[in-house]
């Protein structure tokens, strides 16, 4: 079964560290990722830019409308995600409190994937 993780943070005191502290939160992140990578249980992964660079369409209204930013007003923002294979939540659980002991605050939701279409790798 494949499982989403979602990582929630407040982006403001990671952007504010010195850059040696991002560095040691992100190679931390990284042995978690090669581990499981090795295991072959490691899907897409990404690292979002800030929510200031998004655009939400909010499609209530007609015609639907385009506006700066994220869908919600909070602290805590989506700044990224996991895709993982596992045999249980619980499994992917464990993943998120691996994750979770690399980073400082914010919070991992984990979500069984209903449906996963793989597509074309995509380059930015």
Known sequence: MLYAILCYADPKP???WPQE???AVMEKLEVIQQKLTKEGRLGPAARLLPATAAK???KDREPPLIV???FSETKEQLLGFYIVSGTS???AMEIARDLGRATPGGCYEVRPVG???EGAAVSG
């Open 14 to 16: 990671f952007a504010s």
């Open 21 to 23: 502290n991002q560095n």
């Open 56 to 58: 939400t369409l909010r």
């Open 68 to 70: 700066d930013g994220p």
């Open 89 to 91: 939540i619980d499994e």
């Open 115 to 117: 449906s996963f279409r």
